[in-house]
């Protein structure tokens, strides 16, 4: 496959899952503001930006400006209309390799772009969740299992891990709140699935543990990182006897690990540390895939004229 | 709005209408003409829309100024009759197997100059000769694998040629895709009529290229080069390596090693033996032609002289489209293969030639000039549409640069009923018929590329100035077989949403008989 494509692939995997999982992130955020009255807008949403890694933010911090950044405003490029336009952008220079059905349910949710903006947030977000479940569902009954697929799948995995990590400190920094932990498993789609497993019992440390570790839940984080060890493993050709050949792998087992195997307790005290600290492995995993399958080399321009 | 207002005012045009003669509705549109009468013209107009929002769901467009535009696919279907087809498939054969042999001389022996066929200065003058790729003897003795060559009908309904393009002719794309489209929305018309299918263009293309690659390789890898998504034509580049089943490269994806191609993969590097390019000449090869492109792959041309790899249509074809040589093509066909053209030039004027520049200039206003080296449409001036200052300025343009120009009567093209504001209105159209030529046989593909100029009276069908396009349908003999249906495509995919049966149980399995 060509490095090229392998690279758009990756990426349309991550920037699927970056639409739906913001989209779920700020649904969170707007029923925390509307249900919880004690929780102080402007703190809760200069957090939820930190979160989301923008800095260099001046104007005042609330629900507005929150919504502006992240979902409506497509200058930014945090903004879930940002977001799916790289998304298009991307299949655009993979469209040969994509199945018509793929293709065309990102390119009708580009198109609904306008129209999305101009919805009611609530209205946006469940919009986002069912164009990103239409395309993830074509794409999983169409794309043959190739390079190109694990491509796809270690991108969203990746994103998924990153995603949910921020979550997690969104709903760890709320001050533990049971309204925000509930939320937060709502918005993960596993609320239903949470309280059948723990038999209803409601309890900050149990929602954690779910969302932290749980093997058979798929937005856990321990799901989507083995998930993404499993692409790198089936794209690993060579294959080894011990040790790794390949720093992703290593760098994402080894994330995974630290989660896995430490106390719940112990990751609970440092929650927020711990988040960052898997999405910097995350993005250093990313890094080394780029490196190792996509890289050019540096790209020549030739300003001299050769003669013939 | 009611049937006779959709065809009211339909009435007798200047020049050649193909659905209307002089006594009356033609025998080849009545099945059309009467489908369009048993249908309310609001479900015209739906399955109209109907076409359109399926392009723009399917990415169908083209860029003008950078914006993806869906390509205008008008409803009302043209119609060629099988004879008439036999003449154009014939004479496109033969023009194609002309061109060919001028390329060949013209890059190799020079015999045409020496028997004073063509003046050499004809043919180095050109913007397109490129001497680079002189004495390169392509694997398979093809240059033009895929050749365009438009036509227009003229007032008596013959066809006529318009121009020739050996470079990189494009619009095969949208053959294929208007015809899954009016299956879809026009079924009851469709299935009247034997139409021959286009669905074969990417098997004899892909054949073509496989057949042209390097002495000694068995097993060719094809590519298609594409300038970037940025480009008008990056849909059919698409299309055309998704249905070939080949990789769609882009120059960055290339490297050139040793006199060899190879591209970048996630496995590295993997040998690549034939390109069908999509890149102008121009940006092909820094090395060898503009130093500042960023679309190409520097070692290119070097590598296509080792023998290394083919790129399909060959460098320097522009000598045989550029317009000036085009007045020359006649007498190439009767030099090469000793015969008569099947298809005629229209009329031109050569504005290098003295005493045919003096009679342009005093007709400067009921004249077409062409620039010898445009394509699409590009600066062209009509005479009799144009203002005062452009014909003095162009006037001025063809006194200095008179090598650059030829001059056409205003040819009235023909007219083929068309869906507009008003209702269904006769516009104007040409044709592009795509040939490949694999080296053993010229192929033309049934029918090619119908546009149209959607506002009255406009003679230019360009899409970039306003065309749109029709599906081209080549009907076949009551006793030709037609071989394939287009399966090559995708469906729509509104026809692909099928009710759901309400209950769970599982589709009975049928009973086994003793």
């Not at chain 2, 599982?506 to 003793?514: C, I, L, M, N, T």
Request: glycine content about 8%; aromatic content about 8%; hydrophobic content about 40%.
């Amino acid at each position: 496959m060509l490095s090229r494509i392998g690279e758009s692939l990756f990426w349309i995997g991550r920037y699927l899952e970056r639409a739906d999982d913001t989209a779920r992130l700020l649904d969170v955020q707007m029923q925390m503001l509307v249900e919880d009255p004690s929780t102080d807008e402007i703190t809760s949403c200069e957090q939820l930006f930190a979160v989301m890694g923008i800095e260099d933010f001046d104007g005042v911090p609330n629900r507005w400006s929150m919504l502006d950044n992240l979902a409506y405003d497509q200058k930014s490029p945090t903004s879930i209309a940002a977001v799916i336009g790289s998304m298009r952008e991307a299949a655009r220079s993979a469209r040969e390799t994509l199945s018509t059905d793929v293709w065309s349910a990102i390119n009708t949710t580009w198109q609904g772009v306008p129209a999305a903006t101009s919805m009611r947030p609530v209205e946006m977000f469940n919009w986002v969740r069912r164009r990103t479940a239409m395309i993830s569902g074509s794409a999983d009954d169409s794309m043959p299992r190739d390079q190109g697929w694990y491509f796809y799948v270690l991108g969203r995995n990746i994103e998924r891990a990153d995603m949910t990590a921020r979550l997690l400190s969104t709903a760890a920094s709320a001050g533990g709140s049971g309204v925000a932990w509930q939320n937060t498993l709502r918005a993960c789609g596993g609320y239903e699935s949470f309280l059948r497993t723990y038999r209803g019992i409601e309890r900050d440390s149990a929602a954690a543990e779910y969302l932290l570790l749980d093997r058979w839940f798929p937005r856990s984080l321990v799901s989507s990182l083995s998930e993404a060890e499993r692409a790198l493993t089936r794209l690993d050709v060579a294959g080894r006897r011990a040790g790794f050949s390949d720093e992703a792998l290593r760098l994402l087992g080894r994330a995974r690990t630290e989660i896995e195997y430490r106390p719940l307790n112990e990751l609970l005290e440092t929650m927020p540390f711990e988040m960052e600290r898997l999405q910097r492995a995350c993005s250093a995993a990313s890094d080394a895939i780029t490196a190792r399958y996509f890289a050019q080399e540096n790209w020549h321009m030739w300003t001299g004229r050769v003669s013939l | 709005m009611t049937q006779a207002q959709l065809f009211e005012g339909y009435g007798p045009v200047a020049g050649y209408d193909e659905m209307y003669g002089e006594s009356g509705l033609r025998d080849l549109y009545t099945a059309v003409h009467a489908a369009f009468g048993k249908m309310p013209p609001e479900e015209v107009r739906q399955r109209a829309e109907g076409l359109a929002s399926s392009y723009l769901e399917q990415g169908i467009t083209f860029g003008v100024a950078g914006e993806e535009r869906p390509f205008p696919l008008d409803i009302v279907p043209r119609i060629i009759e099988a004879d008439a087809w036999d003449e154009v498939e014939a004479g496109v054969k033969q023009r194609v197997k002309a061109l060919e042999a001028f390329l060949a001389d013209a890059y190799g022996a020079g015999e045409l100059f020496r028997d004073g066929v063509v003046p050499r200065k004809t043919v180095v003058t050109s913007s397109h000769y490129h001497r680079v790729v002189a004495g390169i003897d392509p694997a398979n003795g093809v240059r033009i694998h895929v050749a365009g060559i438009d036509l227009i009908r003229d007032g008596n309904g013959d066809f006529r040629v318009l121009e020739d393009n050996a470079r990189v002719p494009s619009g095969v794309s949208y053959v294929m895709t208007n015809r899954r489209a009016m299956s879809g929305g026009l079924p009851e018309v469709f299935a009247h009529h034997r139409i021959r299918p286009v669905a074969r263009y990417s098997r004899q293309l892909l054949s073509a290229l496989r057949a042209a690659a390097p002495a000694g390789v068995s097993d060719p890898t094809v590519v298609v080069l594409t300038p970037g998504v940025y480009n008008s034509a990056y849909f059919e580049h698409t299309l055309l390596a998704r249905t070939m089943g080949v990789e769609l490269v882009e120059g960055r994806d290339l490297v050139c090693h040793g006199g060899r191609v190879m591209m970048r993969t996630t496995d590295g590097l993997a040998p690549v033996h034939v390109i069908y390019r999509r890149i102008d000449d121009e940006f092909l090869d820094p090395l060898a032609f503009r130093a500042d492109s960023t679309l190409g792959v520097p070692g290119l041309i070097n590598a296509a002289r080792a023998g290394n790899v083919t790129i399909a249509n060959a460098v320097g074809n522009g000598v045989a489209d550029d317009k000036l040589l085009y007045t020359y093509v006649p007498d190439l066909i009767r030099y090469y293969l000793h015969e008569e053209p099947i298809l005629r030039n229209v009329d031109t004027w050569r504005c290098g030639d003295a005493d045919q520049r003096e009679e342009v200039l005093d007709r400067l206003d009921e004249l077409v000039l062409k620039p010898v080296d445009g394509s699409g449409g590009k600066g062209i001036v009509i005479g009799p549409a144009a203002t005062r200052e452009e014909l003095d300025e162009l006037r001025a343009k063809v006194i200095a640069a008179p090598r650059d120009w030829i001059a056409q009567p205003v040819v009235s093209l023909s007219t083929v009923p068309t869906l507009v504001e008003d209702g269904i209105r006769p516009r104007h159209v040409d044709l592009r018929p795509f040939a490949v030529n694999d080296g053993d046989d010229v192929w033309v593909l049934p029918g090619g590329l119908t546009r149209v100029a959607l506002p009255e009276g406009e003679l230019i069908v360009n899409s970039s100035r306003g065309g749109g396009s029709k599906d081209t349908w080549v009907l076949a003999r009551p006793t030709e077989p037609i071989e394939e249906v287009d399966d090559d495509l995708e469906t729509h995919s509104s026809s692909q949403s099928q009710s759901q049966s309400q209950t769970m149980a599982p589709v009975p399995v049928p009973s086994r008989e003793a």
